[in-house]
């Protein structure tokens, strides 16, 4: 997907499309993933038309339908992907878990926002936001890390 990622223009757009439904095992109708997006987990479901910006990096996670992430969003696998308690070995022997990350439907999440934490339906994420805690649905929310300002509803 990596080397997908690298193809401007209609035929990158296709191939990023195309090679993301097989491995993904799913119809992406509607659906675009922008140039320079990389994708660093297999498992992750994408809804129908869901827009998802250029150099974007994707991990484990659910993105429901009619959601659009801007330029440079990064969804990270949870919180813990790597533990570091012990002093006596380095952190990168650890481990960690990787938990899936859910997006709901109808969600906007703005250019360089960081997603560490589940984002409920309808919900707007400000750009430059660090969602590290779950956000309910419709909340409109900015900031490091982000704050619920308002609801929609």
Known sequence: MQFCSLFPGLFGEWLRKCVLEWITKTNLIDSFVGFGTTFSD????????????????????????????????????????HFFHRLDIPIKEQGGEFKKVVIGEDVWIGNGAIVG?????????GAGSVVM?????????????????????
Request: proline fraction near 6%; include cysteine.
């Open 117 to 125: 934490a589940d984002i409920g339906k309808g919900a707007v994420i």
């Open 42 to 81: 297999s498992r992750v479901k994408i809804g129908r038309g869901v827009y998802i910006g250029p150099r974007c990096d994707i991990g484990y996670a659910e993105i429901g339908d009619n959601t659009l992430l801007g330029t440079g969003v990064h969804i990270i696998s949870g919180t813990r992907q």
């Open 133 to 153: 805690s779950p956000i309910p649905d419709y909340a409109v929310v900015q900031g490091n890390p982000a704050k619920i300002l308002k609801y929609r509803k």
